[in-house]
């Protein structure tokens, strides 16, 4: 029943920024959290960052500390990813995660993601 679209990917050198967007629509409930994570083709998919849906407290994967930034809009039901000093190594598909509770800690997909391509 859950919708989700994700959506600001793109191609940028080395060194630039991109804003990710992700609109959650369909069924109607709160979630414990919701975060971005990344894959690779034959590679595991990987936690970016989470926040909070109502408190907004932060959590950032090591290597994104410092260039990342998780933000949201409840009212509007988005997530928001802002991706500074871009690396060749953050090239993935971008997805968005729902962890419906605090008690799981499971995050579930619905989106197809959006590509993420840093190079030269």
């Known amino acids: 029943q859950v919708q989700v679209v994700e959506s600001g990917g793109g191609w940028v050198q080395p060194g630039g920024s991109l804003r990710l967007s992700c609109e959650v629509s369909?069924?109607?409930?709160?979630?414990?959290?919701m975060g971005w994570f990344r894959q690779v083709p034959g590679k595991e998919r990987e936690y970016v960052a989470s926040?909070?849906?109502?408190?907004?407290?932060?959590y950032y994967a090591d290597f994104v500390k410092g260039r990342f930034t998780i933000s949201k809009d409840n009212a509007k039901n988005m997530l928001y990813l802002r991706m500074n000093n871009l690396k060749p190594e953050d090239t993935a598909v971008y997805l968005c995660?729902?962890?419906?509770?605090?008690?799981?800690?499971?995050?579930?997909?619905w989106g197809q993601g959006t590509q993420v391509t840093v190079s030269s």
């Open positions: 995660g729902i962890r419906p509770t605090m008690e799981r800690n499971e995050f579930h997909f």
């Open positions: 926040i909070t849906w109502i408190g907004g407290s932060t």
């Open positions: 369909g069924r109607t409930f709160t979630p414990w959290r």
